[in-house]
């Protein structure tokens, strides 16, 4: 399994002066493995997620094993960023959106006949 790509950053001076809240969290044992396995500090994941999840600019979407592998091998094997994939997923958007109003536009047309 290969390890999963992070955006997080380092703590910032600004961060590290926020007051910090110590929580107590329950996770699966073999969750808790695969984690020390891997290396992972457990804080920064839940950090991160925190963060992404707050964010107003992130977005999970939750892929089939094969996407998920085709991009990890493409960002890591290219180093394109975020933002380079952003604009990427934009046209998609963009194409899904059309496909789907023509879809609509024909449905409305065939209803329009009955």
């Not at 007051?19 to 969290?25: E, L, S």
């Not at 073999?30 to 020390?36: A, K, P, V």
């Not at 991009?71 to 059309?98: H, I, N, P, Q, S």
Request: proline residues 4%; glycine residues 2%.
């Amino acid at each position: 399994m290969r390890k999963r790509r992070t955006t997080a950053e380092p703590m910032s001076v600004s961060q590290m002066n926020e007051p910090v809240q110590r929580i107590n969290v329950t996770i699966l044992s073999s969750q808790y493995e695969e984690l020390t396995r891997q290396g992972v500090n457990v804080s920064a994941l839940l950090r991160e997620l925190i963060a992404n999840y707050l964010s107003p600019s992130s977005v999970n979407v939750h892929v089939d094993p094969e996407t998920r592998e085709l991009f990890d091998t493409v960002m890591e094997r290219t180093g394109a960023t975020d933002e380079e994939l952003a604009l990427e997923l934009r046209e998609a958007l963009k194409r899904l959106l059309d496909r789907q109003v023509k879809a609509l536009s024909t449905l409305a047309r065939n209803l329009s006949k009955e």
